[in-house]
């Protein structure tokens, strides 16, 4: 048996391509060792540069491309490269590929993650829908970095180093139109702009100023520096989409968990109307903040406290939370785990929409709420991140397999 050759940072191996990998990058062996390797399709060969060692994997960045997939194009942004910007990981990739990327990844974690069987997720019919708008200049939230000189820019991925740059794509025309990669800023680190749906695109100011936001037929006043969905159309797409699938009901009670500014709580008021019920819990003291001005005149009770101890409060009298026909479940990256899916699912709600952005966290919760009986019903995506990896979930569950 022939013996490994061990491999270092810098190192150059020829190696083909193999199938996709959550993170943007794709999964490639050489000589028995792994590889996950940015800016490359499967099916390729490719010279792919060594970037980081592992135990038990490697990392690497493709420098050279020997025979290509169809799928691949040039990249548009010309910081889009191995040692480039890390902002965008599909630069490199079609249009209608970069949205089955996303599916296939989507289908891998309910499957590998989720528990699913195939045929399960065959059912389902994971497709990823793309929003208005095309792949470039929708990004409504930036945060630019500066360098040791005070010079603009983005990070490199897995890094801190700035990559200084002229133009992010990504960026809506408004941010691109700012000065803010023309000047210098000896003075911070960092640099947030927004471009609010109601008014000029701006820098965030300390302490952050106050814009408005519309969406789902109404204005939301929050935070500039607070969160808020970064495509224009993301916000009344994934309100759409979760009205379809859960169906709210008049008379309903409904839970919105981690609800930050009540955009789901609002869209919720209005359809289970005036004898039924909204409780939203978040725990940022700005969401809380916001939410009950936005809220205030809708049947609305806002519960400041993170969502596992809003839901272990509920077996004390005086701070129960009704019980809800329906909950929207919206937690953040890491996903909601698996106390909170059971104290959900304790609860007894007809249907849950969950809105997911890391197709991994997705699949490990769904996987909970299979444990207590419950089923993956439906799933919709969306391409809220183009031209990176991230995609965006809503997925109804219900108890029972039937």
Known sequence: MAAVTELYEGDKVEVTV????HGGHCVARHEGQVIFVRHALPGERVVVEITELHKAYLRGDCVEVLAASADRITPRCPYAHA?????CDLQHVASPAQREWKAAVVREQLTRLGKLDESEVRALGVTVDALPGGDEGWRTRVRYRADALGRPGLLKHRSNEVVAIGRCAIAHPEIQQLDVLE????DTDLIDVVKPSTGPAQLVQHPPQQIVERAAGRDFTISAGGFWQVHPASADTLVQAVLELLDPRPGEHAWDLYGGAGLFAAALADRVGVTGAVT????????????RGNLAALPVRVVEATV???????????ERLPQPDVVVLDPPRTGAGAAVVRAITAARPRAVAYVACDPAALG???RTFR????QLRALRAFDCF?????????????????
Do not use: F, Y
């Open 18 to 21: 193999g199938p996709i990998a």
């Open 83 to 87: 040692n480039g910007c890390g902002g």
């Open 183 to 186: 000047r210098r800023w000896p």
């Open 280 to 291: 939203m819990v978040e725990s940022a003291r700005d969401g809380v903040a916001a939410a």
């Open 308 to 318: 596992e101890r809003a839901l272990h409060r509920d077996r004390r009298p005086k």
């Open 364 to 366: 490990r919760d769904v």
């Open 371 to 374: 444990e207590q009986g419950w």
């Open 386 to 402: 183009p031209q990176t990896h991230h995609v965006e979930c809503v997925a109804l569950l219900t108890p029972g397999r039937g």
